[in-house]
């Protein structure tokens, strides 16, 4: 017992003040019951050397442990790391805002069938083709064309930014307008006669919405 006294000692007051002086987490760090025991169980000349190891282990465990854990203990590491698919989906929202913020600068804007001008007035596709062209985006011109391209979307993965569609005065897409968020588009409405905001909880337009597309990536 004598021969293994000092390097106990030694052990002990290392790891106390390890202990004291860099907290670890115990996944990254040797158990001093564990080093203890290897050092104890060491009978082949090289007790200073296993000794080294040990301490060593233990520090470098300290370490890593407070580089990894330090800004959020509990909280797995791969979520601190952003993913391909985050930054995808936030350049995605800022141009569905973006879209959003233009539309609502034509709030008011008089309804022409087949109207193009601003001045005297827009239809439904030629206000969301404006809207798009702004924004540096080429869609078709009327409702149906708009309908036909672009990626479709299920109404419950709906985003801010994306075409809601319906079929009003004709079978297939004959009206659209931009998703706002929240279960509201704004567009060009015939009904209003002016450009304005819905909700597609709405009676007409739950029962005449017939899909989405997506233009922006």
Known sequence: MKTYRLPIILILLVTLCVTLIMPTAAVMAASPLDALGQTISSN?????????????????????????????????????????????????SEKGNALIATAKTYLGVPYVFGGESVTTGLDCSSFTQLVMKENGITIPRTAAEQYATGTAVDKANLQIGDLVFFTTYKPGASHVGFYM?????????????????????????????????????
């Open 181 to 217: 968020g929240k279960n509201q588009f704004i567009h060009e409405s015939s009904a209003a006669k002016q450009v304005a905001i819905n909700s597609l909880d709405e009676t007409y337009y739950t029962e005449h919405y017939i899909g989405a597309r997506r233009y922006i990536n």
């Open 44 to 92: 082949n000349g090289n007790s200073s050397f296993n000794l080294l190891n040990v301490l060593l282990g233990m520090l470098l465990g300290n370490v890593l442990g407070k580089n990894t854990f330090s800004q959020n203990p509990s909280a797995p590491i791969k979520s601190l790391i952003p993913t391909p698919t985050d930054s995808k989906l936030a350049v995605s």
